[in-house]
C-alpha cells in the first residue's frame, strides 16, 4: 500500500533496518509478550502495522482483530516514515510484538526472529501464488503468509501523450524520448521517484539480468544493467525528470497534480487517480533495456510474520492462522477495498470484483504477465549496495561499469555470510 514498499524506504531508514536486523541475529532471546491488551479471554498478543496512506486501513485492521475470540489482540500502528526503525528497536526488548508486517528477508530468519509456519500455510498453499510462497521459503520451509501483492508500474495521462503525439514505450530509449516530448514549462515529462532508488530492481530485470542466480549468485552486473544506467544519466540530465516533488514516488499526488505526465508509482493509487483524474490515466509496464531484455512489473507488497521469541508462538500463529489464511472476506477486503491490490490467494485474485474490469484488470494483467517478486536473499544491505550504483552513475555520472563491479565485491561479501 502507498505509505511504504520493499523499495520505498528512504536510505537513512533502510542502513538502520539492515543494522536492526544484524543485531537481532547477535541476541539468544529477545522479545515477550507482558500481557498487553485487557478485556475478553485468551492471550493477549500485540501486532504492528505500518500507518497505511489510504483511508480507512486502520480501523479496518482494529476491526479484524476484534473479530477474533480466542486472544485480546492490540495492534501498535505505526506513524512516520521509520517503521523498520520502530519495529527493529521493539523487536529487541521485551515490549516486542507477537505479529507484525515486513518483507521476506533472510536475515529473520537466519537470525530465528521469525516462526516457521509451514504447517499452517500446507493445507492452503496451492491456493496461494506460488511466487508468493517461494519468496517466503527457506531450506523447504515457509516463513510469513503473504497479505497483498502490489504491483508497481508506470502510470501517465493518455490525453497529454494525444496531445504530444507519444505512443506508449516499450523501451527505454522510447521512455526518454517520450519524457522529452511531454515536457512543458509547467509538466515534467516523468517522475521515477526522488531518489530514483523505486526503479532498482526493474532496471535490472528489464535488462535481462536479475539481482541473484537460483544458486544465490550475484546476477546483476550485466552489460544491459550498464547501459540502462547510462541512459537514466541522460534522463537525469536532460531536464525532462521531474526531481525533489513533494512526495515520493509511492504517493500519486505528482501526477494528479499535474506535475509530470508519467508517474513510476503502484497499483495501491489507481482509486485516488481515478477519482481525480477520471478515464484520463493508463498504465504500462517498465520498458526493456536492450536488445535481450523485457518489460517487467515489480511486485512489492506485505507479509504478516511471527515472532518466534514471543512467549505465545503457538497463539499468534493460531491469530495469523485465522486472519490470513481461514478469513478470506476479511482479506477481499482488506486487499480491495482502501486502494487496489491483488490477494495472493489465487481463489479472491480469481473472485475479486473490483479487479475485473478496468484499469485494475489491466494491471492483473501485467502482474501476470511481466511480474517479478522479491528475492528473500536479497538482503537490506544489498539493497542499499546497489542504490550507491544509482546515486554514483545516474545523479553524479560515475563509470556504470566501476560501479555495478564496487556492488558486485559487496554483495558477494553479503551472501558469503549468509550462506558461506
Known amino acids: 500500500m502507498s505509505a511504504f514498499s520493499n523499495t520505498n524506504m528512504d536510505r537513512r531508514t ?8 544484524a543485531a537481532a541475529g547477535g541476541l539468544a532471546a529477545c522479545g515477550s509478550n507482558t500481557g498487553r491488551g485487557s478485556g475478553g479471554s485468551g492471550d493477549g498478543l500485540v501486532q504492528y502495522f505500518h500507518a497505511y496512506g489510504e483511508a480507512g486501513v486502520e480501523q479496518a485492521v482494529k476491526r479484524y482483530a476484534k473479530a477474533y475470540k480466542d486472544a485480546n489482540v492490540t495492534t501498535q500502528w505505526i506513524t512516520g516514515n521509520n517503521f523498520e526503525q520502530k519495529l527493529f528497536a521493539a523487536l529487541l526488548t521485551d515490549n516486542a510484538p507477537d505479529v507484525f508486517e515486513f518483507h521476506p528477508q533472510i536475515q529473520l530468519v537466519k537470525s530465528g526472529q521469525v516462526a516457521d509456519l509451514t504447517d499452517i500455510i500446507e493445507p492452503v498453499k496451492d491456493d496461494f501464488n506460488q511466487a508468493d510462497i517461494k519468496s517466503h521459503t527457506v531450506d523447504g520451509k515457509i516463513y510469513g503468509v503473504r497479505m ?17 503525439g507519444v505512443e506508449v514505450p516499450t523501451t527505454l530509449e522510447e521512455l ?18 526522488n531518489d530514483l532508488t523505486a526503479i532498482d530492481r526493474p532496471l535490472i530485470w528489464s535488462a535481462g539480468a536479475d539481482t541473484l542466480t537460483e544458486d544465490n549468485k ?9 547501459d540502462g544506467l547510462k541512459q537514466l544519466r541522460s534522463l537525469f540530465t536532460s531536464g525532462n525528470l521531474l526531481l525533489d516533488a513533494p ?29 481525480a483524474l477520471g478515464d484520463d490515466i ?44 481461514e478469513q478470506k472476506k476479511y482479506q477481499e ?4 477495498s482502501y486502494g487496489f491490490h491483488i490477494p495472493p490467494r489465487t481463489s479472491l485474485a480469481q473472485s475479486a470484483t473490483k479487479l475485473k474490469s478496468g484499469l485494475p484488470a489491466e494491471g492483473v494483467k501485467l502482474f501476470n504477465e511481466f511480474g517479478h517478486f522479491d528475492n528473500i536473499g536479497w538482503t537490506q544491505a544489498m539493497i542499499a549496495a546497489f542504490w550507491d550504483v544509482i546515486a554514483n552513475t545516474v545523479r553524479k555520472n560515475g563509470d556504470p561499469k566501476a560501479a555495478l563491479d564496487a556492488c558486485e565485491k559487496k554483495v558477494d561479501a553479503e551472501l558469503k555470510k549468509l550462506f558461506g
Not at 533502510?14 to 536486523?21: E, I, S, V
Not at 550475484?218 to 550498464?226: K, R
Not at 512526495?247 to 485516488?272: E, N
Open 333 to 336: 477486503d482488506f486487499a480491495t
Open 14 to 21: 533502510l542502513m538502520r533496518a539492515a543494522m536492526g536486523l
Open 282 to 325: 493508463g498504465i504500462f509496464p517498465f520498458p526493456k533495456v536492450g536488445s535481450a531484455g523485457k518489460q517487467s512489473v515489480y511486485n512489492g507488497g506485505w507479509s504478516m510474520f511471527v515472532n518466534a521469541k514471543s512467549k505465545n508462538v503457538e497463539a499468534a500463529k493460531a491469530y495469523v492462522k485465522w486472519l490470513w489464511i
Open 148 to 164: 497483498i501483492d502490489d504491483p508497481q508500474f508506470f502510470f501517465y495521462r493518455p490525453s497529454l501523450f494525444k496531445k504530444a
Open 247 to 275: 512526495a515520493d514516488s509511492w504517493d500519486p499526488s505528482a501526477l494528479i497534480q499535474g506535475l509530470t505526465a508519467i508517474q513510476w508509482c503502484g497499483m495501491w493509487a489507481m482509486p485516488a487517480m481515478q477519482k
Open 218 to 226: 550475484p546476477a546483476f552486473n550485466t552489460d544491459a544493467v550498464a
Open 176 to 193: 526518454i524520448e517520450a519524457a522529452d516530448k511531454l515536457t512543458t514549462s509547467k509538466v515534467k515529462g516523468i517522475f521515477l521517484g
